[in-house]
């Protein structure tokens, strides 16, 4: 399965997510690839702390491979050369997890030609097979990275395989209208996908958004403040109320996840000795595992 992160806006949890879930799905027992598409700014390798490839790598990482610069993508098995002591000790039936990084110093494509998206569809093709599911980075907004990934999706070789699209957006009203764009506005998902050859049907239909970073807004820290805790649970029902009339409503959402503390001052994984060390919150494993759990499911992704 292939999975394409993606959103409007920059630093929506887009990355520190997806690697969360390549890591919950590991846990699992799957083979997981994760590429860094985010050819401007690769941040995988930080985030799986991988001192050496911190900033993408410097030699033959997924810029140069598509770029023609070299004949395939460098690999780094997170297992293998993350710092994080905990991320080493693998569980016994947990599956592989591999970094497929950015190039340190790449650049955004200017434009999706011909033998880029070929290369693209190559490498996609190469790494469906070897891995039970595959993460794509992309950059965010309306990238010549989407364009890229939109067009190789389209190509024989990869139209019949499992394709999802996440659309990553904070809780907040300029967000949703931003998610909501970047799937059905001018140059948006759709749009862009049906100029590629896509059925828009068929590509909304393997659309899901994700809901980052949600403050609880019945929180014990408002409780002692009625006037507060009654303002944030009205501006949830009106952003529940925006969210449904912009169609990103329950049905369209594979899930949310919990303010974390954690990840407030750090981008990391939150592994499940962050919880029972009491510093990471319960609830923000849980909300990955959970998500990680809907994402491979078929019913999540039935037709409505
Ligand atoms: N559940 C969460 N609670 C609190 N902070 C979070 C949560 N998820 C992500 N963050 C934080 O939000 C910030 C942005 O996250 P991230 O870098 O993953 O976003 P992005 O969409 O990939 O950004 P960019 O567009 O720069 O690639 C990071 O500091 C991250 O730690
Ligand atoms: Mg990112």
């Known amino acids: 399965m292939l999975v394409f992160s993606t959103s409007d806006k920059g630093g929506t949890g887009r990355s520190v997510t997806s690697c969360n879930l390549a890591y919950r799905l590991c846990m699992s027992g799957r083979n997981v690839a994760y590429v860094d598409f985010d050819f401007g700014s690769p941040t995988a390798g930080a985030l799986f702390e991988i001192s050496t490839v911190e900033r993408g790598i410097t030699d033959g990482g997924v810029h140069s491979y598509l770029l023609g610069q070299t004949g395939t993508a460098a690999r780094v098995d997170i297992g293998t050369a993350t710092d994080r002591a905990e991320l080493k ?29 070929t290369r693209c569809a190559e490498l996609l093709v190469a790494l469906e097979q070897e891995f039970r599911v595959v993460f794509v980075d992309l950059s965010a907004g309306r990238s010549v990275a989407l364009e890229i990934a939109l067009q190789a999706t389209a190509l024989p070789q990869l139209r019949r395989r499992t394709a999802r699209w996440l659309i990553f957006h904070r809780w907040t009203r300029q967000h949703i209208l931003a998610a909501a764009g970047l799937v059905y ?20 239909g393997s659309t899901r958004y994700i809901r980052t970073a949600v403050p609880a807004a019945n929180s014990h820290l408002t409780a002692q403040r009625a006037a ?53 919150n319960h609830e923000t494993a849980q909300a990955y595992t959970e998500l990680a759990r809907r994402l491979v499911d078929v019913a999540s992704w039935e037709r409505l």
């Not at 950015?102 to 434009?111: P, R, S, W």
């Not at 050859?197 to 909304?204: Q, R, S």
Request: charged residues 20%; aromatic residues 4%.
């Open 89 to 117: 000790r693998v569980a016994p039936r947990s599956g592989r997890l591999v970094l497929f990084p950015g190039d340190e110093g790449g650049a955004e494509f200017l434009t999706a030609d011909d033998a880029v998206v």
């Open 185 to 204: 506005g001018p140059h948006g998902l759709l749009q862009t996908g049906a100029a590629c050859g896509h059925d828009p049907d068929e590509l909304l």
């Open 228 to 280: 507060q805790a009654a303002w944030l649970q009205e501006q949830d029902v009106a952003l529940r109320r925006l969210a449904t009339a912009n169609r990103l409503g329950a049905t369209a959402v594979l899930g949310a996840t919990p303010m974390e503390p954690v990840l407030q001052w750090r981008e990391q994984l939150i592994l499940d000795s962050d919880v029972n060390a009491h510093i990471a």
